[in-house]
């Protein structure tokens, strides 16, 4: 089975300021006959579903404002959002469809 | 629009059997890839059945925890997805979600809201 790690666990950070958060896969998420990377990165709120923000890890889905971005092949992996707001308090987690789907630990985000 | 809203969760005695269901609308269910993923309380999300789409053979997958004893299966006269969940446990306790899984995309690009299970005596 192929296994997610994410880090940091949780970090605080202010409104406007830039943040890097790694994810991790136990074996390359890198299918050699297109090129692409199986990895997607999801947003989950408070009391609320999750919610795909990127995808192929780094088309970013529909609506997804344009500070989120997804990064990395292979192995590594990282979700940058460029300014962060106040709204973008959640969890974050990355998964894995190369083989089957795995999701990562999540990385928490608070708002200072 | 897309929707996806799933039932039947509830308290069920260790040992013991519920069926859950995901009522779809607003695409084409043939067509697409559908998950079920759970969610423990404070915990991560953990991925565990599949049911792929027509063009596949509706085929289905499982994670390790769950085999032998979660069954999903799909409605597809009426656009609804099954799980079916058998000898539960405690540690079946969750938030139990269904999703859509695009196959352009290979993610997950739409959620229900969630149906609580709790095992417990």
């Known amino acids: 089975d192929i296994v997610m790690s994410q880090s940091p666990s949780s970090l605080a950070v202010s409104v406007g300021e830039k943040v890097t958060m790694s994810c991790k896969s136990s074996?390359?998420?890198?299918?050699?006959?297109?090129?692409?990377?199986?990895l997607a990165w999801y947003q989950q709120k408070p009391g609320q579903s999750p919610k795909l923000l990127i995808y192929?890890?780094?088309t970013r889905e529909s609506g997804v404002p344009d500070r989120f971005t997804g990064s990395g092949s292979g192995t590594d992996f990282t979700l940058t959002i460029s300014s962060v707001k106040a709204e973008d308090l959640a969890v974050y987690y990355c998964q894995q469809y190369y083989s089957y789907r795995t999701f990562g630990g999540g990385t928490k985000l608070e708002i200072k | 629009e897309v929707k996806l809203v799933e039932s039947g969760g509830g308290l069920v005695q260790p040992g013991g059997s519920l069926r859950l269901s995901c009522a779809t609308s607003?695409?084409?269910?043939?067509?697409?890839?559908m998950e079920w993923v759970r969610q423990p309380p404070g915990k991560r999300l953990e991925w565990i059945a599949a049911?792929?789409?027509?063009?596949?053979?509706?085929?289905?997958e499982y994670s390790a925890s769950v085999k032998g004893r979660f069954i999903v299966s799909r409605d597809t006269s009426q656009s609804i997805l099954y799980l079916q969940m058998n000898a539960l446990r405690a540690e079946d306790t969750a938030i139990y979600y269904c999703?859509?899984?695009?196959?352009?995309?290979?993610?997950?690009?739409?959620w229900g809201q969630g149906t609580s299970v709790t095992v417990s005596s």
């Open positions: 192929w890890a780094s």
């Open positions: 074996q390359s998420l890198l299918y050699s006959s297109n090129q692409k990377n199986y």
């Open positions: 049911s792929r789409n027509k063009a596949n053979d509706y085929t289905t």
């Open positions: 607003g695409f084409t269910f043939s067509d697409f890839y």
């Open positions: 999703a859509r899984d695009a196959v352009i995309k290979g993610a997950m690009d739409y």
